[in-house]
């Protein structure tokens, strides 16, 4: 049986046959040895997950009793429009250049900026600005700003209602089709499909999006596209409701706010949203699932019972893998929610799944940093010397084309710390979200509501630190 993977491997083969130093998983040095077992860390970990709610509670009692929290608008003026303007401009010219450097450029997905650009600086980079700053996606987007200066063109010449035919959505779709495009198109392409890292099919992938998401945005209009079916705008969007920095609602202001403010502030998302918050945190998990000796020896058990012929075992096993790690996390999440039901008959099981899911966020954005902050900062040093020579012609456009990448950067030691520090973080994080979520719906019995929500989280906690430590370290003895 072949595992197909993502773009990440065909950068780490890359990187191996190129590079003098030995290179390991994630692009560490060398792996790690643990001074204690294994065990002792998760043992750790998920007691401070579960202790959290035992100080959070009598806390935030205390701090619900007091005054809102305080928010402190910015108004940057004419330099958020500047920023703005320069964003979208350069957002718009990358765009272009991933599609002319997929066709025109280098082959070699690490002597091309196509690659780089989109699963790297884009996906990975922007995540983390989007959760852990404030959520420039908007400003960046370049479809939305191709669409809104068409629509403006369109308006001038007389046209009243723009370029939009704003036909009906159906209203029963939701936002399913953003929860099934992260699942079914964009992360299964990253980490199933085994030519995602190839320049050409980057650019065609880039140009299908763009048919895409035009055409939803002329159909139904940009907004009601964006808000059920643009899953990177979901997305983004989801990560920039914990962040610090937030657009204010009028226009040229900025709000800063505690972490996580916006995931209860909000108004209740609807089950799809619920759905989708999983999706955020099975497939970060599935990405390092994928690697460890427990899903090759279960693909292989799968195998065995269900043959599968043999040129299509890894898109049938990986797709299969990936809706089963999302199924498997959302009904543990129900599960949950239907505890709680009982235990606080004031709401129903699908109510308290879509009430607590963006309480979920914070965890998600931790699997991100655990599991993509070294590959950021080791393989994003590769648009450095690719932005000098775009095409592979020789050049030396801005003088960096003989940079090369430190691949030492960051070694396994530094990233198993940061890593357990971030899963941990974003845990307690949730419970805390969670509980004062609680407190507002359910007063007396915020403890009470919070205890099932808080279980799932120390289980996660386990899963993601046991799925992180294989490519990570190694262990001293067989008990570990």
Not at 192 to 206: C, R
Not at 288 to 297: D, E, K, P, R, Y
């Amino acid at each position: 049986m072949s595992i197909r993977c993502g773009p990440r491997a065909a950068w780490l083969v890359a990187a191996f046959c190129t590079t003098p130093a030995t290179v390991c998983a994630h692009a560490f040095g060398e792996r790690y040895d643990l001074l204690v077992p294994l065990g002792f860390f998760v043992v750790a970990a998920t007691l401070t997950v579960a202790l959290s709610l035992v100080v959070a509670a009598p806390f935030m009692r205390r701090l619900a009793s007091q005054s809102t929290a305080v928010e402190l608008t910015l108004h940057p003026g004419a330099l958020l429009t500047a920023a703005r303007v320069v964003l979208g401009l350069l957002s718009v010219v990358l765009l272009c250049l991933v599609v002319v450097a997929g066709f025109a450029g280098s082959r070699n997905p690490e002597a091309n900026p196509a690659p780089v650009l989109v699963w790297i600086v884009w996906w990975v980079g922007m995540s983390f600005v989007a959760g852990c700053v404030g959520n420039i996606w908007p400003a960046c987007d370049p479809w939305r700003i191709l669409f809104d200066a068409v629509d403006a063109i369109a308006r001038r010449l007389g046209c009243a209602n723009g370029i939009a035919l704003h036909w009906r959505y159906p209203a029963a779709l939701g936002a399913w089709p953003a929860v099934f495009l992260l699942l079914l198109l964009f992360v299964w392409l990253e980490v199933i499909y085994p030519h995602s890292a190839l320049p050409v099919q980057v650019a065609w992938l880039t140009l299908a999006w763009s048919a895409l998401t035009l055409t939803g945005m002329l159909c139904f209009g940009r907004e009601i596209w964006q808000r059920h079916a643009d899953v990177f705008h979901v997305y983004f969007s989801m990560l920039g409701r914990f962040a610090p920095v937030a657009a204010a609602p009028a226009r040229g202001e900025l709000v800063l706010r505690m972490p996580g403010r916006g995931l209860i502030t909000a108004d209740r998302d609807s089950f799809a949203m619920a759905a989708f918050v999983i999706a955020m945190l099975a497939t970060v998990l599935f990405d390092g699932l994928l690697g460890t000796q427990g899903m090759i020896m279960a693909m292989h058990a799968v195998s065995s019972w269900f043959p599968v012929p043999a040129g299509g075992q890894g898109y049938v096993l990986g797709t299969a893998g990936l809706l089963g790690v999302w199924l498997v996390f959302f009904g543990a999440y129900l599960f949950a929610c239907v505890i709680t039901s009982r235990l606080v008959p004031a709401r129903t099981a699908r109510e308290l799944a879509c009430l607590f899911a963006p309480t979920l966020v914070p965890i998600a954005i931790a699997y991100n940093v655990a599991h993509y902050f070294s590959y950021l900062a080791v393989h994003g040093q590769l648009l450095i010397p690719l932005l000098s020579d775009p095409l592979a012609r020789g050049w030396d456009l801005l003088g960096t084309a003989r940079y090369y990448p430190d691949i030492g950067l960051i070694d396994a030691r530094t990233t198993w710390h940061l890593a357990i520090g971030a899963i941990v973080a974003g845990h307690v994080v949730s419970v805390w979200l969670a509980h004062r979520l609680a407190l507002r719906e359910f007063a007396a019995r915020a403890v009470l509501a919070s205890i099932p929500l808080t279980l799932l989280m120390v289980v996660y906690t386990a899963i993601s630190l046991l799925v992180l430590a294989e490519p990570l370290v190694q262990f001293t003895n067989a008990a570990s």
